[in-house]
């Protein structure tokens, strides 16, 4: 897999990683309010086939802006100000992401590139059955495929994120918020995507029902061999799961390295002050809380 | 100083489908005690009966049977309008909790006048600093002439700390107090209460369902399972060394860095559907009890008191 990206990609994407799937090059995204924010500053990172990268960050600092410019998502007063944005079809092809025109962009988005949006419970739209959506999606990008096809695929995905097929007749209403969410990551794996970007799939969701999805993401990975974007602000759980991790602050990447790294010894100090917000359920007892009172902690919030 | 003591709390709500009524339990027998000094974290899932307890609590709903029993250090019951004077509460959303019409000093004295803690307008502008002050929010003159919106997440629910303290409550009841905080600032926040707890001996019931906070925040947790307590003893032990299924579950599901990305598909999974609520592990008797069902008498004498 990787010999066939490594040819092309010499000419398209600059410095692209071999088995890289997505290169973001020094991306900057701006709103253009009065007065004009910087949401997203050069930021870069790649991309690997197969891999979970995190997206670690707190509110505002950038990362949703981030997946949606990955995604062509912003309109105005959004705009993509700078950088490049470089898919690695894994037939070889690298895409211009930012070049792409209307109709090639409708072909891109959901076939190449999904996304499970932030809130995805509530994505799902409530005056039509499970069916009637995912069927949408089916005939919309596979225009060739029979009812019977159509219906088979949709069972078929219902049940690789372990929903009964038969919720297909549901309505979103009658699902629980964790089957909403899981119905949404198999909508965002209908096509077979290469890339699959996760906004926050999990922050609604109680700890045990967050533990099944989680779950079944990496198998769904290591099944199918997809990359995930996973973007939170849960760092322990980014640890856990994600292959790399990317931390973010102010619209800036300020630290990208394996979990493991970041875990041994994060460089930032940002990185660390977010490491040292959670305290460890296992590890030792922090004395940090409940004895002497950090009173320079308490002055930062 | 204030003592609860929560005895076999039960709450039943009436839900209509349709034209048929069914009765929820939502809290099932929950006995408990808060006492000065300790802080009770109270963790479960959506729907467990949490936020009821809470409301109960702070006499926001009646309970249906069960008892909760406030009395002073010398024993005097705390009754009526004296109540809400001792036990008070801190929402989950500072963003909902304040009003954004008023300015934070509004917010700090109107408990302050209601409970006739101050009399002259001097004297509440003054306490009123004090407070804020108290929860580290400084210069205190700038902060309070403001409104909500001025205010960070983190600066907005220290309002209502120092609000909820302002009658002179002994009691604190925290309906999630942190989890609409950015990560970095929600420690501080906790900071926060446990500094205040130490300096005024207050009894303070956490509720939550971050466990690794629940474990360092608190000396004893209750774990509560579709209303009913299914597991209670010292915030440690109950996590380090958990008895009841529900409560291994929790624990497998909590985030835990130490473990990589080969335990997240690896470890065994419990099946929910078997869980049973109807036992309970207490540490402190360390042995099985039953759930749902009235407190045996000698259950209280074996925790209350128990050193911090």
């Known amino acids: 897999m990787t010999s066939t990206v490594q040819a092309p990609a010499a000419t398209a994407a600059r410095g692209a990683t071999p088995g890289a799937v997505l290169t973001v090059e020094d991306l900057s995204v701006v709103y253009e309010v009065d007065p004009p924010v910087t949401a997203v500053r050069g930021a870069s990172l790649t991309l690997r086939r197969g891999e979970i990268l995190g997206l670690a960050g707190e509110s505002g600092c950038g990362k949703t802006t981030l997946a949606y410019a990955v995604n062509r998502l912003h309109r105005p007063p959004a705009r993509v100000a700078s950088g490049r944005i470089t ?93 909403r969410q899981r119905v949404m990551i198999a909508m965002a794996m209908l096509l077979e995507p290469q890339i699959m970007i996760m906004d926050e799939p999990t922050t609604a969701l109680d700890v045990v029902v967050q533990r099944e999805i989680l779950r079944e993401i990496v198998r769904l990975r290591d099944e199918l061999d997809f990359a995930v974007m996973f973007i939170t602000h849960d760092l322990p759980l980014l640890l856990e799961i994600s ?59 | 100083m204030t003592t609860v003591h929560v005895t076999d709390l039960v709450k039943d709500y009436s839900i209509r489908s349709g034209l048929r009524r069914r009765r929820l339990r939502a809290v099932d027998h929950v006995s408990l005690d808060l006492v000065p000094g300790r802080t009770v974290a109270l963790v479960g899932e959506s729907g467990s009966g949490k936020s009821t307890i809470a409301k109960i609590l702070t006499r926001m709903e009646k309970p249906t049977s069960g008892t909760v029993e406030v009395a002073l250090d010398d024993g005097t019951p705390v009754r009526g309008p004296m109540y809400l004077r001792q036990v008070q509460m801190v929402f989950q959303d500072p963003f909902a909790s304040l009003n954004p019409f008023h300015s934070i000093e509004h917010h700090i004295a109107r408990p302050l006048l209601i409970h006739e803690r101050t009399r002259t307008a001097a004297q509440t502008h003054e306490r009123v600093l004090e407070m804020l002050e108290r929860v580290n929010l400084t210069p205190a003159e700038t902060i309070a002439p403001r409104r909500p919106h001025e205010l960070s997440g983190g600066q907005r629910q220290r309002v209502a700390i120092a609000r909820a303290l302002a009658p002179g409550a002994q009691v604190l009841i925290a309906d999630e107090p942190v989890s609409m905080l950015d990560v970095s600032i929600r420690l501080g926040v906790l900071n926060l209460l446990g500094r205040l707890q130490r300096e005024d001996r207050l009894a303070v019931l956490y509720i939550t369902h971050d466990l690794a906070t629940a474990r360092h925040f608190s000396d004893e947790i209750v774990v509560l399972y579709r209303g009913r307590v299914v597991e209670r003893g010292p915030a440690d032990a109950v996590i380090l060394d958990p008895h009841h299924d529900y409560t291994k579950l929790l624990a497998q599901a909590a985030p835990d860095p130490e473990r990589g990305p080969e335990r997240v598909t690896a470890e065994a999974v419990i099946d929910r559907d078997a869980i049973d609520n109807s036992v309970c592990y207490d540490h402190f008797l360390g042995e099985w009890v039953q759930a749902g069902t009235p407190a045996a008498r000698g259950a209280r004498a074996g925790r209350a008191g128990q050193p911090a």
């Not at chain 1, 070889?92 to 590139?113: H, P, S, T, Y």
């Not at chain 1, 602050?249 to 790294?261: F, K, M, Q, S, Y």
């Not at chain 1, 100090?269 to 305290?279: I, V």
Request: negative net charge.
């Open chain 1, 87 to 179: 898919f690695h079809d894994v037939g070889g092809d690298d895409v211009d992401v930012l070049a792409l025109g209307d109709r090639e962009l409708r072909a891109f988005r959901w076939n190449k590139l999904s996304m499970v949006f932030q809130g995805a419970m509530n994505a799902l739209n409530p005056v039509t059955t499970v069916r009637a959506q995912l069927a949408d999606t089916l005939r919309t990008h596979r225009p060739g495929l029979s009812r019977a096809a159509v219906h088979a695929r949709s069972r078929d995905v219902l049940e690789r994120v372990g929903v009964d097929p038969a919720r297909l007749t549901s309505y979103p209403h009658e699902l629980s918020g964790g089957m």
């Open chain 1, 243 to 301: 292959n790399r991790i990317a931390v973010m602050l102010d619209g800036e990447i300020v630290e990208l390295d394996t979990a493991a790294n970041l875990l041994a010894g994060a460089s930032h100090p940002y990185t660390r002050k977010l490491l040292g917000s959670f305290p460890s359920l296992s590890g030792e007892r922090g004395g940090f809380i409940r004895s002497g009172v950090d009173e320079t902690e308490e002055d930062q919030a």
